[in-house]
C-alpha cells in the first residue's frame, strides 16, 4: 500500500506547505501547483538523497550521539537532513523560495515536518 499511501498523503503535504508558507518564517510559495510539485520534490530527495546523507554524516553521528544512546542528538542530525531536503527543494524549484536562506530552511522544515507528523497521524496516514 505504500504508493497508494504516498498519493493520499501528496495533497495534504502540499496544503500544510501552503500554511507554512503562510506564517511568518520566510517561506513563500507561489501558488498551489507549486506547492504540490514541492511535496513531491521533497519525498523524492528524501527517498533519494536520506540514506546517503546519513552515510556522510554516519561518524559525526555515531560520535556525537554515542551510538545512538543520545536520542537528542539524533533528532539533530534528522533534523539537519530535513533542513537539507527543504532547502534543496527550495532552490530547484521556481516560486518556492526562502526569503531568510537558513533561518527560513531551518524554520520551515521544523514547522513542516512537525505538521505533517501531527496532521497525517490524524488521518492515519502516517
Known amino acids: 500500500m505504500g504508493p497508494v499511501l504516498w498519493l493520499l498523503q501528496?495533497?495534504?503535504?502540499?496544503?500544510l506547505l501552503l500554511l507554512v508558507a503562510?506564517?511568518?518564517?520566510?517561506v513563500e510559495l507561489?501558488?498551489?501547483?507549486v506547492a504540490l510539485l514541492s511535496a513531491v520534490v521533497i519525498g523524492l530527495l528524501g527517498?533519494?538523497?536520506?540514506?546517503?546523507?546519513?552515510?556522510l554524516f554516519g561518524?559525526?553521528?555515531?560520535?556525537?550521539?554515542?551510538g545512538g544512546l543520545l536520542a537528542p542528538v539524533s533528532w539533530l542530525f534528522d533534523g539537519l537532513i530535513a533542513v537539507i531536503l527543504f532547502g534543496l527543494a527550495?532552490?530547484?524549484i521556481e516560486g518556492f523560495r526562502l526569503r531568510s536562506g537558513l533561518r527560513s530552511a531551518v524554520l520551515g522544515a521544523l514547522?513542516?515536518?512537525v505538521l505533517c507528523r501531527l496532521v497525517l497521524g490524524l488521518f492515519g496516514l502516517a
Open 47 to 55: 527517498t533519494l538523497l536520506a540514506w546517503p546523507l546519513r552515510l
Open 111 to 113: 514547522v513542516y515536518n
Open 30 to 33: 507561489r501558488r498551489f501547483d
Open 10 to 15: 501528496w495533497p495534504v503535504r502540499a496544503v
Open 90 to 92: 527550495a532552490w530547484l
Open 59 to 66: 561518524l559525526p553521528w555515531a560520535v556525537a550521539s554515542l
Open 22 to 26: 503562510q506564517l511568518p518564517l520566510g
